[in-house]
Structures are given as structure tokens and as C-alpha cells.
């Protein structure tokens, strides 16, 4: 069965490569190589045994993807991890954002409607949620308002694929609402590679451990939690891999006119200072942080019920923060030649 990966060199896409080759898919990768390298395809033959077909390709070009979907067309489904995702980046530049977000996936559903492929699973945020006011966070739970054009593009294409599945009495979606996937592949050989000042907690943790940051910003400590920072639901890449593999087999085998909408985390909230503490018990290193104000835009708490994930899909997560902090050390050293 043959599923094309959309951005699947990328840091949860080449994840998920191994998990569905594992899970014996065949795949063909799509990716325009702006955040990622294509060196990846050479480590995920390492460790998976077998070597992806790839074709270099931007989604936001709409002849470069017809002229690919005329030359492949014999995918049964679609994984769709294509986008941009740094939310800072994304209120300087929201155009860029935009484009490739919202045209890409436009491009994308153009192509699989002429094709007549039935199934998606695309990559969402818990960011749709905007700021929750209850938890943990249902998928009942209202799409609120989220200050980062990056936020306003997930909820956008969750929009876009609400309407188009309801166009079309075959097709079968699923948006998989990330919470905060972290860590890497038990190998060492794969992780996530931020481009300059990593925005998220865990590669700058491991940054400053391996000495590339000199401090860690603890942003805000008057947060109403137990030891007063904010509060996430951090999830190993590994578990969200194998989440997409429980995704396409299941729209696969369910013919089922419905657009589903499904949280991926692990249930738990964590305080950014149990995620130093963890780093640190894991690891042996101490990390050099220090308390600051909040960041703008930051919300006070964050954990998902999971338990819609595995009601639908049989799915739930398996690796523990330990696991998950030490992977993340294990990526780094690595990279760094540590
Ligand atoms: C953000 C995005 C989310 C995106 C995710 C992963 C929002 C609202 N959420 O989540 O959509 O999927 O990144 O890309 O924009 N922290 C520090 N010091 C740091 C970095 C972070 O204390 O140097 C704290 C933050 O204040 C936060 C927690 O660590 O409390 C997690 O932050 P981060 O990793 O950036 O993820 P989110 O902001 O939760």
C-alpha cells in the first residue's frame, strides 16, 4: 500500500517514515528540503532497511504538483506534514506562513480531489485550542483565538479540509492535534535540527547543555501551578509517529464520510522546571537557567484527554518524560559530536 508523506524528511515526517515502513507501507516522499536535508533519507534507510522513493517538490507550486500527481498516482492515502512552524517567525513573516500553509494544502486537496485519493491525515496543532478553559483539553473543546498567524493557519486548514470533506461523499480525513512533541528516535540518528535560536524548551535545553547557549530562559515562575512555571503536554516524536501509522490504517479500512479531529499527547501536564529536573536526573548535567518574565502569547496550561485518540484509533502514548528527555540528550550529543 502506497502513502505519500507531504514535508516527510522533516522532524515528525521522517519519524513516522520509519514507523510505516516498520508497519510494512511503502512510501514517497515529498518535501522541498527548506527545513530539512536530504541526508535524512539516507538515515532512515539505515535504520528502517529500506530507502523511501523522494521527489523534491514545493506544495505551494501547483504545476510542480499536478505534473507529480499525473506521474504517481497510485497512493491510497496521504500524510500531510508539509508546512512552516516556527510561531515567532510566523508573526514577522505571516504571508510566508500564509502561502505555504494554507496554498500548500490547497494545492494538496486540488491534486487529491482529481485523483481521487480518499484519505488524509494532517499534521494540527493543540494550538487550535487557543487558550482552554478547561482541562484536560477535549476535542469538544472550543477553537479559540491563537495571537500567532501560525496558530490562525492550523485552524484555517482544519477548516479548509472540514469543508472539502463534507464535498465529497468518498473522503475521509483526520487532523491529529500535536501537543508538544519532543525528543528523538531511539537510534540517535534522527531529531529535531531547529535553524538558528531554537523558540522551543527542549532543543534549547539541550543546546545549552552541550554549550552552544550559555543560559536557559525560564520564561514566567508566577504561573498558578505547582511550582509556579507553565504547564505542558509533552510527548515523545516516536509516540506521534506511530500515532499516524494508527491514522492511515485506520480512514483506510473505514470508509467513512467524516473529517475526525484527535488530540496527540500523553494526558500529562508537566512544569517546564520538572522537564529541567528530568533532563538533568537523565543526563547527569546540570542546565544553567535562570527565571525571566513570561513570554508573550504563553498560556498558563496545556494537557490533552486522550481519551478520544484511543477510543478511535487504539492508540496511546508509551514513552515516559525520562525517556523523553534523555532521547532529546542522546540526538544532541550526536550531532554535536559530543
Ligand atoms: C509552541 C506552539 C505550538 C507548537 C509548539 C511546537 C503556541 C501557543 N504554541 O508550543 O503550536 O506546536 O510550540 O513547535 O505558540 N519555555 C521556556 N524557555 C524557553 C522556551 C520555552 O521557559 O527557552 C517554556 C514556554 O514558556 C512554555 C514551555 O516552555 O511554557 C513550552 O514552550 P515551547 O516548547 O515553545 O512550546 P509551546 O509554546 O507550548
Not at 189 to 200: A, D, H, K, Y
Request: charged share 20%.
Amino acid at each position: 500500500m502506497n502513502i505519500l508523506l507531504t514535508g516527510g524528511t522533516g522532524y515528525i515526517g521522517s519519524h513516522t517514515a520509519i514507523e510505516l515502513i516498520k508497519a510494512g507501507y511503502k512510501i514517497h516522499i515529498v518535501d522541498n528540503l527548506s527545513n530539512s536535508n536530504i541526508d535524512m533519507l539516507d538515515r532512515i534507510e539505515k535504520i528502517s532497511g529500506t530507502r523511501p522513493e523522494f521527489t523534491n517538490l514545493d506544495l505551494t507550486n501547483q504545476k510542480d504538483v499536478k505534473h507529480f500527481f499525473e506521474r504517481y498516482n497510485d497512493f491510497e492515502g496521504v500524510i500531510h506534514f508539509a508546512a512552516l512552524k516556527s510561531v515567532g517567525e510566523s508573526v514577522k513573516m505571516p504571508l510566508k506562513y500564509y502561502k505555504n500553509n494554507v496554498v500548500g494544502l490547497y494545492n494538496l486537496l486540488t491534486a487529491i480531489k482529481n485523483h481521487k485519493i480518499n484519505n488524509l491525515v494532517f499534521s494540527s496543532s493543540a494550538t487550535v485550542y487557543g487558550t482552554p478553559e478547561i482541562l484536560p483539553v477535549t476535542e469538544e473543546s472550543p477553537i479559540g483565538y491563537t495571537p500567532s498567524p501560525y496558530g490562525a493557519t492550523k485552524q484555517m486548514c482544519e477548516r479548509i479540509i472540514e469543508d472539502f470533506t463534507s464535498s465529497l461523499a468518498t473522503f475521509e480525513a483526520i487532523s491529529l492535534r500535536y501537543f508538544n512533541p519532543i525528543g528523538a528516535h531511539d537510534s540517535g540518528l534522527i531529531g529535531e535540527l531547529p535553524t538558528g535560536t531554537p523558540n522551543n524548551l527542549m532543543p534549547f535545553i539541550t543546546q545549552t547543555a552541550s554549550g552552544i547557549r550559555e543560559k536557559l530562559s525560564v520564561f514566567g515562575s508566577d504561573y498558578n501551578t505547582s511550582d509556579g512555571t507553565a504547564i505542558r503536554d509533552y510527548i515523545h516524536v516516536s509516540d506521534v509517529a506511530i500515532a499516524h501509522v494508527h491514522a492511515i490504517r485506520f480512514i483506510i479500512s473505514n470508509n467513512e464520510n467524516i473529517h475526525h479531529k484527535v488530540n496527540i499527547g500523553t494526558g500529562i501536564g508537566s512544569s517546564v522546571l520538572e522537564i529541567i529536573r528530568s533532563f538533568e536526573k537523565t543526563t547527569g548535567i546540570k542546565i544553567n537557567y535562570h527565571l525571566t518574565d513570561r513570554r508573550a502569547g504563553d498560556v498558563e496550561a496545556v494537557y490533552a484527554d486522550v481519551s478520544y485518540a484511543k477510543e478511535l484509533l487504539g492508540w496511546k502514548s508509551i514513552y515516559n518524560i525520562d525517556q523523553m528527555t534523555k532521547s532529546a540528550w542522546i540526538w544532541e550529543k550526536a550531532l554535536r559530536n559530543l
